[in-house]
């Protein structure tokens, strides 16, 4: 179980290193709990942004249809900061 609980720090811990990197390279920031700007947002506070957003899957006539729903222009700025398998799971590898 210590095992366990190690190395779902250690993916959280790599997620939000990869996003602060990200917005330190792009010289940006997200907005936090309080509506101002930072740099070193948790990954915490980024998973709460997404907590809104659902997937809807529906079975057209052939085809099984996708779509995303409740995804905001403050949603899409912080998926560019993720990488292209996030951006992938939201579906803006299609658009």
């Known amino acids: ?14 997620g939000q290193r990869q996003i602060r990197i990200s917005l330190k390279t792009q010289k940006s ?7 101002k700007p930072t740099e070193p947002p948790t ?4 998973f709460q942004c997404f907590q809104g957003s659902y997937i809807l899957i529906t079975q057209g006539f052939q085809r099984i249809l996708k779509r995303i729903l409740n995804l905001t ?6 998926l560019q900061f993720l990488p292209d398998s996030c951006q992938k799971y939201y579906l803006l590898s299609w658009f």
């Open 1 to 14: 179980m210590m095992m366990l609980m190690a190395l779902c720090l250690l993916v959280y811990n790599l």
């Open 29 to 35: 920031t997200v907005k936090n709990q309080m509506n």
């Open 73 to 78: 222009d403050e949603h899409y700025r912080i």
């Open 43 to 46: 990954l915490r506070w980024i």
